[in-house]
């Protein structure tokens, strides 16, 4: 097999440990373990050095997805690229919707930061886009990913990746929650879908 062959399986690779990564720092356990190396001052920086943590970590496979040689597999072309565009751009609007929708600067952890005493009141959001589904950021990122009009066997390996990191990921996120909001988000979870709009598992 020769070396351009493996760069795909080594993106996939680089994703899937970005993914474990960004999970384990998002758990609870690890931010107790924190909590104890570095006492409780950490928290207030926790969530902003999780987050650049988290872009730090992701630009060396975009920048070698860019630099490492790459097979085409295919390029959308007029007219199906306005098309694709189009919601390329609805499902950007409806991420930066789905953030907004929140503390957009708690959720970057700014200002947990500069207002460490301020008590910030934790609550389950199911207004909006969260009606849609229980996780609506993965939901636009899984469409701008998929339908990146030019599409290369390393982008490939990484949309599959980051595709099996939402589906899979979503899975400890969403016990966090249910331990957190206990029956309100189990009868959220009964009520609205996980991913896919619409889809709702019969029992």
Excluded: C
């Excluded at 990484?158 to 979503?170: M, P, R």
């Amino acid at each position: 097999m020769k070396s351009n062959e493996l760069y795909p399986f080594v993106i996939f690779a680089a994703m899937a440990a970005w993914s474990v990564l960004h999970s384990w720092l998002a758990a609870y356990s690890t931010k107790r373990i924190s909590r104890n190396l570095f006492g409780k001052r950490i928290d207030r920086f926790y969530r902003l050095l999780f987050v650049g943590l988290a872009a730090l970590t992701l630009l060396p496979i975009l920048g070698s997805i860019i630099l490492l040689p790459a097979r085409v597999l295919w390029i959308i072309t007029p007219p199906w690229l306005y098309l694709t565009v189009f919601f390329q751009v609805m499902a950007v609007l409806g991420a930066l919707g789905t953030i907004f929708q929140t503390d957009v600067i708690a959720f970057i952890g700014i200002r947990q930061a500069l207002h460490p005493d301020q008590e910030f009141e934790n609550k389950l959001m199911i207004k909006g886009f969260y009606r849609l589904v229980r996780h609506p950021m993965y939901l636009f990122s899984l469409v701008l990913l998929w339908l990146i009009p030019y599409m290369t066997d390393l982008l490939l390996a990484w949309v599959i990746a980051s595709t099996l990191y939402f589906v899979f990921g979503s899975i400890p996120e969403e016990r966090k929650l249910l331990n957190q909001f206990g029956e309100v988000y189990q009868k959220y979870q009964k009520e609205v879908p996980r991913l896919i709009p619409g889809l709702k598992l019969k029992k």
